[in-house]
């Protein structure tokens, strides 16, 4: 099945600070997903952008489908945006590692 | 508000017990999923569906059942509750425009 890798398994910054975490996937996606899984448990849809560029205030994404990874910056990072970040592509809707974040007052 | 709800938030039980942990969406998605989470870890499927009476195991399906009667509820079965089944259980639903929405989810304790 389909394999999905993100990097760095774990991220700690600054206050301020900016960021980019990776996904990459091993073939053809039509959908994919950025999460933000908070404190709580609760997923959080961040993007849903199978190809191109979001942006969502300080979030944004992008995904190049050809050469099949996406990115998700965060820049000016905040102390609110500390959790597990998740990629997800289709197909069964099979989800990465994630990338924990800790973002340090 | 279209939403996807879970129920209940937590629940702890003894093992041995049958429990069954709901999932409702108002947003009129055919696809519906179960995945089990522990903390901060990744995600498994459970089971899925595409539509009224379509059902499909996932990773971890052989101790739980699901059903799909009606296409905004999908409740998900174990059997025989387990120490090891204590985990998060998190239902999803997804369109092809907006992707996948998920619940509160639900925080399970076998004791």
């Known amino acids: 099945g389909i394999q999905v890798e993100q990097s760095p398994p774990d991220l700690i910054l600054q206050e301020g600070a900016n960021s980019t975490l990776r996904c990459n996937f091993s073939?053809?996606?039509?959908?994919l997903q950025w999460f933000h899984q908070n404190p709580w448990g609760q997923l959080i849809n961040l993007f849903y952008?199978?190809?191109g560029t979001k942006q969502n205030g300080r979030l944004s994404a992008t995904t190049v489908a050809t050469e099949r990874y996406s990115l998700l910056y965060i820049s000016s990072s905040q102390t609110t945006d500390s959790g597990v970040y998740f990629c997800a592509v289709a197909i069964g809707m099979r989800f990465g590692a994630g990338t924990r974040l800790t973002v340090k007052p | 508000e279209a939403d996807i709800y879970q129920t209940p938030r937590y629940l702890v039980i003894g093992t041995g017990k049958k429990i069954t942990l709901e999932c409702s969406q108002t947003?009129?998605?055919?696809?519906m999923y179960w995945y089990q989470q522990d903390p901060g870890m990744e995600l498994h499927l459970i089971h899925y569906?595409?539509?009224?009476?379509?059902?499909e195991k996932g990773d971890l399906s052989s101790e739980s059942t699901v059903s799909r009667i009606r296409t905004e509820h999908f409740p998900l079965t174990l059997e025989s509750a387990r120490p090891s089944h204590t985990s998060q259980y998190l239902c999803a639903s997804s369109d092809r425009n907006y992707g996948y929405t998920f619940g509160s989810g639900t925080r399970l304790t076998v004791v």
């Open positions: 952008i199978p190809s």
């Open positions: 073939d053809s996606v039509n959908n």
């Open positions: 569906s595409y539509g009224v009476n379509s059902t």
């Open positions: 947003m009129g998605h055919d696809k």
